[in-house]
């Protein structure tokens, strides 16, 4: 089976079982397992532990093994503000890095803006604290929570 980058995750399909009534899941073993994640970065004061965490949660989501990762390389396109494109870039690869997880390029930081005002990146946390908290309905033609944090 051949997949590209616009499938993410791991590919699979369903048995139905006419007879039970039952539907089983199984994963299409494959060379390449690409992910397309969305990723907003705000100018805090400590942005390195910020832009590491949100990192962290997204491999910790994945739920890849070892052997998964190492096959599975992911564009990035970073979006929002930080206070240094290239630190950005850095912190991103070398996360990765660190997670043994490959970039099928560098970062895309074009949607990166370059901004040191502290006060508003706080006032945009806060606002993503409170979308977090919010109940989103489950549709497609509705926003997912990170399309609501695009700033």
Not at 1 to 27: H, K, Q
Request: charged content about 30%; hydrophobic content about 35%.
């Amino acid at each position: 089976m051949r997949v590209g980058p616009n499938e993410t995750g791991t590919r699979s399909f369903l048995i139905y079982d006419t007879a039970s009534g039952n539907a089983t899941r199984v994963p299409v073993e494959t060379d390449i397992i690409y992910f397309q994640e969305n990723l907003t970065v705000l100018p805090l004061e400590d942005e390195e532990a910020y832009i590491s965490q949100i990192l962290i949660n997204k491999i910790s989501a994945w739920k890849l093994d070892d052997d998964q990762k190492k096959e599975s390389p992911r564009p990035c396109q970073p979006s929002g503000y930080a206070t240094n494109r290239d630190r950005l870039s850095s912190l991103v690869v070398e996360l990765l890095d660190r997670h043994k997880i490959k970039l099928i390029e560098p970062p895309d930081l074009s949607k990166v803006r370059i901004s040191n005002d502290v006060m508003r990146a706080e006032i945009a946390s806060a606002v993503q604290k409170c979308i977090l908290e919010l109940y989103l309905p489950v549709s497609q033609d509705e926003p997912t929570r990170d399309e609501s944090f695009s700033l």
